[in-house]
């Protein structure tokens, strides 16, 4: 029966995708995975070809393209999502335009977006699966007729709610959209994805030419303020029918923006410029994660034992989701052990500007006072060979660690045209006779990185995060040289405001017209002022039902001020405060929704009745320190009659006390709110803390909110720095002396590591690669 219901589902998906149906749509399988999260660091499980579990999945293979079969799927635990990618833009047409496939009935929810394939999106609706508790599969179609679209919808973003089901989450099985390919007169559908994250260097970017264009120039840059304009400096112009180009230099880490004009024919001088698209090169190249090899005979085709070494594979070792290898080491006097790759093609390792060669590994290191752990690296030509790497553990995922080699050090090898790569562990001369050393080293990767050592892992001092401690750190300590520990703000003592909820260990509102009920297993803890209330769970909100009455005096002007402490946020925003909606049905007139789900995180302020992303005021936080582990005062507002400069309608941010962003031209008023809930809401619920929470019934100025959050005396508190290396909230003497005994250090560890390295150059030596 199972089988039956896929064959129907496949062959009317195999129809829709005849050419020309739909005029100029096609219903396709996503092509990237824009982004993804895994919320609590666990390894991405889900359902195999054959239909076990649990079973370790990479999401891109199952979710990119066809899926693997109609039994698989990739698990989505509470707050775990994926931002699926497509080739062309999504458009409605008949019928339903979205079509998702969950494996098991029992009762998995999640929101659905569309997105553009960067910082903006909608929210279509909420997916709820049946509770029938049956493993059978749910096709769920979400029709786009009707859905207004500011922007082009190039992805699909499926935030996980709950642990419903026997896996437990929502059980992706596959996605499809409609998807148009037609840009009109413009460059569209450009490859790789916007907004798309781990492209590698040297990338190829294509894109479908406009129906009008006899040639075409590219503007390529990290600087999008060039590409907006159209800046000479950074044109390509290319000859008719090409609609390719390979750009140059592209660096590991960096986001690139790019446009593509194409003037027609009767257009000598005018080009149609087209949209702004953005990539990001991925951090790091991977020489070799392990992931392809299905069975020991697969690994050994590849990787090539020496000696006495031994070879393995292993999975799921410890805190990594990475298939492993295995390296079995012996050696003494007359024996050593080696692991070999030699490459089908030759590799370029200057490509995306690595500075070290990386590997993840742990296990038993070998012992330093009898043998060494060496890294060789060949050119065909040319070999060398650095022994005693650099070892630096990982904070995050111990015992994990990294062994890293600089890419400068390997002498005169020619990194474009890289054909081997050795670990070798033999004696050395000062191992006695009759003795030996042996061990298990497991490496889950092999890869070239542009920074110097790993996130998270540098001095405390590396202000400037390149992994090392020296005169550009003391000068970005010198910027915040004895800044005061406090900023005073001039203060205006406002009026009342028409609701306040203090959260002194209760959810009464300190003015009397509308009281909150506490749902789910809320706590109250010490606060700013008083006790705060804590958000922890899912069902955790605080309901304010008899809203309607004290909103309905509220029409052109709003204020919502209140103090926040957040954890980092595993959701993709956490909405904070929210009004009456429907998924699916009737979108919020009022929302705060703050996050980390993407260091440093994003914030919107949804105002206006009805919804439009013209009463949206959001973007990304500029620090991380504005989210997660410190007390942050947050005041939101709008006044739709009057603005900056004569302009009608304005909504603002303030951030301890501080103007944080605005909109001007945003006129819509507030208008349909009957309900009120804190603490959760429209994206998902809160983890954190909230206390003195004041709505006004106008737009607060400066001075009136400095009062506000600061109880009338104007002093904040100044955010914390990382130049403040000791904690006592100021950056002075004793931080300097701590960044310069970490300075010191450094190069020591630096001309250490030089010495010890001691490269046994074999540069002179002709090296045969073995035949396959």
Same mark, same amino acid.
């Given at each position: 029966m199972q089988n039956a219901k896929w064959l129907v589902w496949l062959i009317a998906t195999i129809l829709c995708a005849r050419p020309g149906w739909g005029a100029t749509s096609v219903f396709e399988y996503p092509t990237a995975i824009l982004d993804l999260h895994d919320a609590d660091k666990s390894c991405w499980m889900g359902t195999d070809a054959s239909g076990a579990y649990p079973v370790a999945v990479i999401p891109r293979h199952w979710l990119? =393209?066809?899926?693997? %079969?109609?039994? %698989?799927?990739?698990?989505?635990?509470?707050?775990?999502?994926?931002?699926?990618?497509?080739?062309?833009?999504?458009? @409605? @047409?008949?019928?339903?335009?979205?079509?998702? !496939?969950?494996?098991?009935?029992?009762?998995?929810?999640?929101?659905?977006? /569309?997105?553009?394939?960067?910082?903006?999106?909608?929210?279509?609706?909420?997916?709820?699966?049946?509770?029938?508790?049956? #493993?059978?599969?749910?096709?769920?179609?979400?029709?786009l007729d009707g859905v207004a679209m500011p922007f082009v919808p190039r992805a699909i973003r499926l935030v996980a709610l709950d642990m419903g089901g026997q896996s437990p989450g929502f059980d992706?099985? *596959?996605? #499809?959209?409609?998807? *148009?390919?037609?840009?009109? /007169?413009?460059?569209? $559908?450009?490859?790789?994805?916007?907004?798309?994250?781990?492209?590698?260097?040297?990338?190829?970017? &294509?894109?479908?030419?406009?129906?009008?264009? *006899?040639?075409?120039?590219?503007?390529?840059?990290?600087?999008? %303020?060039?590409?907006?304009? =159209?800046? =000479?400096?950074?044109?390509?112009?290319?000859?008719? =029918?090409?609609?390719?180009?390979?750009?140059?230099?592209?660096?590991f880490g960096k986001t690139y923006f790019w446009r593509v004009d194409e003037p027609g024919p009767a257009e000598e001088f005018a080009a149609h410029a087209g949209e702004v698209w953005s990539f990001t090169v991925a951090d790091h190249a991977v020489i070799d994660d392990f992931e392809v090899y299905s069975d020991l005979p697969s690994l050994r085709k590849t990787w090539r034992r020496g000696g006495s070494a031994g070879m393995a594979l292993e999975r799921e070792v410890l805190d990594t989701c990475q298939q492993s290898l295995v390296f079995g080491y012996y050696c003494d006097d007359l024996n050593h052990s080696t692991l070999s790759r030699y490459f089908n093609a030759a590799q370029d390792w200057t490509q995306g500007g690595p500075r070290t060669l990386q590997l993840l590994l742990h296990g038993d290191p070998p012992d330093l006072a009898n043998s060494e752990l060496s890294i060789g690296v060949t050119d065909g030509v040319n070999s060398s060979f650095l022994s005693q790497p650099v070892m630096m553990d990982i904070e995050d995922r111990p015992p994990w660690r990294v062994c890293r080699i600089a890419l400068a050090d390997l002498g005169e090898i020619d990194l474009t045209r890289i054909v081997g790569i050795i670990i070798e562990v033999r004696s050395l001369p000062s191992m006695a006779p009759g003795t030996y050393d042996a061990g298990t080293i497991n490496i889950a990767e092999i890869g070239l990185y542009g920074d110097v050592c790993p996130q998270g892992s540098g001095p405390q001092a590396d202000l400037t995060a390149d992994c090392r401690v020296d005169c550009r750190d003391l000068e970005r300590m010198a910027e915040n040289w004895l800044r005061p520990p406090t900023r005073v703000h001039e203060v205006a003592l406002p009026r009342d405001p028409v609701l306040w909820y203090e959260f002194d260990g209760n959810a009464q509102d300190l003015i009397g017209r509308a009281h909150g009920q506490i749902m789910g297993r809320c706590n109250f803890v010490q606060g700013v002022y008083g006790q705060a209330i804590q958000f922890a769970n899912r069902d955790d909100a605080v309901m304010i039902s008899q809203a309607a009455d004290v909103f309905a005096g509220i029409h052109d002007a709003i204020t919502i001020a209140f103090w926040q402490k957040g954890d980092d946020s595993a959701h993709l925003n956490d909405t904070l405060l929210c009004s009456n909606y429907v998924y699916g049905q009737s979108n919020p007139a009022l929302a705060i929704h703050l996050g980390c789900w993407r260091n440093p995180g994003r914030y919107r302020w949804d105002c206006g009745f009805p919804w439009s992303f013209d009463n949206r005021l959001a973007g990304r936080h500029q620090d991380k320190s504005e989210w997660t582990g410190q007390w942050n005062h947050w005041a939101f507002t709008k006044d739709i009659r009057t603005?900056?400069?004569?302009?009608?309608? $304005?909504?603002?941010?303030?951030?301890?006390?501080?103007?944080?962003?605005?909109? !001007?031209? &945003?006129? &819509?008023?507030?208008?349909?709110?009957?309900s009120l809930q804190i603490g959760s809401g429209w994206y998902g619920h809160y983890d954190g803390l909230i206390d003195d929470v004041q709505i006004y019934d106008y737009a607060l100025s400066a001075a009136e909110i400095a009062y506000v959050a600061t109880d009338g005396s104007g002093i904040f508190e100044s955010p914390a720095t990382p130049a403040d290396l000791n904690g006592d909230q100021r950056v002075n003497l004793r931080d300097f002396a701590a960044l310069a005994v970490e300075w010191l250090r450094d190069a020591i560890v630096i001309e250490r590591s030089r010495r010890d390295s001691n490269p046994r150059s074999l540069s002179t030596q002709r090296f045969s690669r073995p035949s396959p």
């Amino acid at each position: 029966m199972q089988n039956a219901k896929w064959l129907v589902w496949l062959i009317a998906t195999i129809l829709c995708a005849r050419p020309g149906w739909g005029a100029t749509s096609v219903f396709e399988y996503p092509t990237a995975i824009l982004d993804l999260h895994d919320a609590d660091k666990s390894c991405w499980m889900g359902t195999d070809a054959s239909g076990a579990y649990p079973v370790a999945v990479i999401p891109r293979h199952w979710l990119v =393209g066809a899926p693997p %079969s109609w039994q %698989s799927a990739v698990t989505l635990p509470a707050d775990h999502w994926v931002d699926l990618g497509f080739s062309g833009g999504l458009v @409605g @047409g008949d019928g339903d335009d979205i079509l998702l !496939v969950e494996t098991g009935k029992a009762g998995e929810q999640a929101l659905l977006f /569309v997105t553009d394939g960067a910082d903006r999106e909608i929210l279509l609706t909420k997916v709820a699966i049946e509770p029938t508790m049956t #493993q059978e599969l749910s096709h769920i179609g979400i029709d786009l007729d009707g859905v207004a679209m500011p922007f082009v919808p190039r992805a699909i973003r499926l935030v996980a709610l709950d642990m419903g089901g026997q896996s437990p989450g929502f059980d992706l099985a *596959s996605v #499809q959209a409609r998807v *148009s390919h037609d840009g009109g /007169v413009y460059a569209s $559908c450009p490859d790789p994805i916007s907004g798309e994250e781990g492209v590698e260097p040297g990338i190829q970017l &294509t894109w479908a030419s406009g129906t009008s264009a *006899s040639r075409r120039v590219v503007y390529l840059s990290d600087a999008a %303020s060039l590409v907006r304009a =159209g800046d =000479g400096s950074i044109g390509h112009s290319l000859p008719p =029918g090409v609609n390719k180009f390979s750009p140059p230099g592209l660096e590991f880490g960096k986001t690139y923006f790019w446009r593509v004009d194409e003037p027609g024919p009767a257009e000598e001088f005018a080009a149609h410029a087209g949209e702004v698209w953005s990539f990001t090169v991925a951090d790091h190249a991977v020489i070799d994660d392990f992931e392809v090899y299905s069975d020991l005979p697969s690994l050994r085709k590849t990787w090539r034992r020496g000696g006495s070494a031994g070879m393995a594979l292993e999975r799921e070792v410890l805190d990594t989701c990475q298939q492993s290898l295995v390296f079995g080491y012996y050696c003494d006097d007359l024996n050593h052990s080696t692991l070999s790759r030699y490459f089908n093609a030759a590799q370029d390792w200057t490509q995306g500007g690595p500075r070290t060669l990386q590997l993840l590994l742990h296990g038993d290191p070998p012992d330093l006072a009898n043998s060494e752990l060496s890294i060789g690296v060949t050119d065909g030509v040319n070999s060398s060979f650095l022994s005693q790497p650099v070892m630096m553990d990982i904070e995050d995922r111990p015992p994990w660690r990294v062994c890293r080699i600089a890419l400068a050090d390997l002498g005169e090898i020619d990194l474009t045209r890289i054909v081997g790569i050795i670990i070798e562990v033999r004696s050395l001369p000062s191992m006695a006779p009759g003795t030996y050393d042996a061990g298990t080293i497991n490496i889950a990767e092999i890869g070239l990185y542009g920074d110097v050592c790993p996130q998270g892992s540098g001095p405390q001092a590396d202000l400037t995060a390149d992994c090392r401690v020296d005169c550009r750190d003391l000068e970005r300590m010198a910027e915040n040289w004895l800044r005061p520990p406090t900023r005073v703000h001039e203060v205006a003592l406002p009026r009342d405001p028409v609701l306040w909820y203090e959260f002194d260990g209760n959810a009464q509102d300190l003015i009397g017209r509308a009281h909150g009920q506490i749902m789910g297993r809320c706590n109250f803890v010490q606060g700013v002022y008083g006790q705060a209330i804590q958000f922890a769970n899912r069902d955790d909100a605080v309901m304010i039902s008899q809203a309607a009455d004290v909103f309905a005096g509220i029409h052109d002007a709003i204020t919502i001020a209140f103090w926040q402490k957040g954890d980092d946020s595993a959701h993709l925003n956490d909405t904070l405060l929210c009004s009456n909606y429907v998924y699916g049905q009737s979108n919020p007139a009022l929302a705060i929704h703050l996050g980390c789900w993407r260091n440093p995180g994003r914030y919107r302020w949804d105002c206006g009745f009805p919804w439009s992303f013209d009463n949206r005021l959001a973007g990304r936080h500029q620090d991380k320190s504005e989210w997660t582990g410190q007390w942050n005062h947050w005041a939101f507002t709008k006044d739709i009659r009057t603005g900056p400069e004569g302009g009608k309608g $304005c909504m603002e941010i303030y951030l301890n006390g501080e103007l944080y962003d605005r909109i !001007v031209e &945003t006129d &819509t008023p507030i208008t349909g709110i009957t309900s009120l809930q804190i603490g959760s809401g429209w994206y998902g619920h809160y983890d954190g803390l909230i206390d003195d929470v004041q709505i006004y019934d106008y737009a607060l100025s400066a001075a009136e909110i400095a009062y506000v959050a600061t109880d009338g005396s104007g002093i904040f508190e100044s955010p914390a720095t990382p130049a403040d290396l000791n904690g006592d909230q100021r950056v002075n003497l004793r931080d300097f002396a701590a960044l310069a005994v970490e300075w010191l250090r450094d190069a020591i560890v630096i001309e250490r590591s030089r010495r010890d390295s001691n490269p046994r150059s074999l540069s002179t030596q002709r090296f045969s690669r073995p035949s396959p």
